[in-house]
């Protein structure tokens, strides 16, 4: 085999360069087609690059409107219910004013169905922790005419009694009060006895056995200890116990006299 190459060297040699010359178009031709190949690889590749940035971009740009929306709906809610809490709080201070205007209304044409000389207050301290239980603050004193053991009513009920007083401002003790107690006599029978506070309600003690009170009388004062005017409402019999050879009767209140607002003081 050595020896063949060797004597027909030449000739292989032209068979080589012949064939050389016609893979030549083929060689050419398979680049060319890689080639082509390569450019659609990476037209699809820019092409899909492309896409998905446009992509992209468009849900970045479209969120980015949505969010500023959000924070705009955000905002405009925020206003809104900052409007809408000032409406409520101007509402609300339109009704207690209205309210107000109602009692004090009310106490007016009461004030005037009485002889006699009456002053109206504000309540101005109320708390049991300030005041102690049984007690209220009003924002009228001696200046005003006010002395203690003036009666202080409302328009509803008997609220109490002034305990003490200074120029500007008076303490009442209020009808609940143990140490309170008032002449009283049953509306409807004209039975007699007195009434004392007892916490949240009354007693009315020394109700003789014979005097003629049922459950839901009106008690109502009478007058004549020279503390409240006649025929002021104090409250509602609930319960009629004996006491020691006598009666007596539970009272409820017809309001919470630790609650009012505004009150009259009847001036000795």
Same mark, same amino acid.
């Given at each position: 085999?050595?020896?063949?190459?060797?004597?027909?060297?030449?000739?292989?040699?032209?068979?080589?360069?012949?064939?050389?010359?016609?893979?030549?178009?083929? *060689?050419? %031709?398979?680049?060319?087609?890689?080639?082509?190949?390569?450019?659609?690889?990476?037209?699809?590749?820019?092409?899909?690059?492309? $896409?998905?940035?446009?992509?992209?971009?468009?849900?970045?740009?479209?969120?980015?409107?949505?969010?500023?929306?959000?924070?705009?709906?955000?905002?405009?809610?925020?206003?809104?219910?900052?409007?809408?809490?000032?409406?409520?709080?101007?509402?609300?201070?339109?009704?207690?004013?209205?309210?107000?205007?109602?009692?004090?209304?009310?106490?007016?044409?009461?004030?005037?169905?009485?002889?006699?000389?009456?002053?109206?207050?504000?309540?101005?301290?109320?708390?049991?922790?300030?005041?102690?239980?049984?007690?209220?603050?009003?924002?009228?004193?001696?200046?005003?005419?006010?002395?203690?053991?003036?009666?202080?009513?409302?328009?509803?009920?008997?609220?109490?009694?002034?305990?003490?007083?200074?120029?500007?401002?008076?303490?009442?003790?209020?009808? *609940?009060?143990?140490?309170?107690?008032? %002449? $009283?006599?049953?509306?409807?029978?004209?039975?007699?006895?007195?009434?004392?506070?007892?916490?949240?309600?009354?007693?009315?003690?020394?109700?003789?056995?014979?005097? %003629?009170?049922?459950?839901?009388?009106?008690?109502?004062?009478?007058?004549?200890?020279?503390?409240?005017?006649?025929?002021?409402?104090?409250? *509602?019999? *609930?319960?009629?116990?004996? %006491?020691?050879?006598?009666?007596? $009767?539970?009272?409820?209140?017809?309001?919470?006299?630790?609650?009012?607002?505004?009150?009259?003081?009847?001036?000795?």
């Amino acid at each position: 085999m050595k020896k063949f190459f060797s004597k027909n060297q030449l000739f292989l040699s032209f068979i080589l360069i012949i064939a050389l010359i016609h893979l030549l178009p083929v *060689t050419f %031709d398979l680049a060319k087609r890689e080639n082509n190949y390569t450019t659609k690889l990476m037209l699809s590749i820019n092409y899909g690059s492309g $896409a998905f940035a446009n992509y992209v971009k468009d849900g970045a740009r479209y969120y980015w409107n949505h969010y500023i929306d959000l924070v705009d709906t955000s905002v405009e809610n925020s206003r809104l219910k900052a409007q809408l809490q000032q409406m409520e709080a101007q509402e609300l201070m339109l009704t207690e004013i209205r309210l107000e205007n109602e009692r004090l209304r009310s106490l007016l044409n009461y004030r005037n169905s009485f002889e006699g000389k009456m002053v109206g207050a504000k309540v101005i301290g109320s708390s049991p922790s300030l005041v102690g239980h049984g007690f209220l603050i009003i924002d009228k004193g001696s200046s005003s005419g006010i002395s203690e053991g003036s009666p202080v009513l409302n328009n509803v009920s008997a609220i109490g009694t002034v305990h003490s007083v200074s120029e500007k401002t008076s303490m009442v003790m209020l009808m *609940t009060n143990p140490s309170s107690v008032a %002449d $009283a006599i049953v509306q409807r029978s004209r039975a007699r006895g007195i009434v004392a506070g007892a916490g949240n309600h009354y007693v009315m003690n020394y109700i003789e056995q014979e005097d %003629d009170i049922v459950v839901g009388d009106k008690i109502i004062s009478s007058g004549k200890d020279n503390v409240f005017p006649k025929n002021i409402v104090i409250g *509602t019999v *609930t319960r009629i116990e004996p %006491d020691r050879g006598l009666k007596k $009767a539970i009272i409820k209140p017809v309001i919470d006299v630790s609650r009012v607002e505004e009150v009259l003081i009847h001036l000795n």
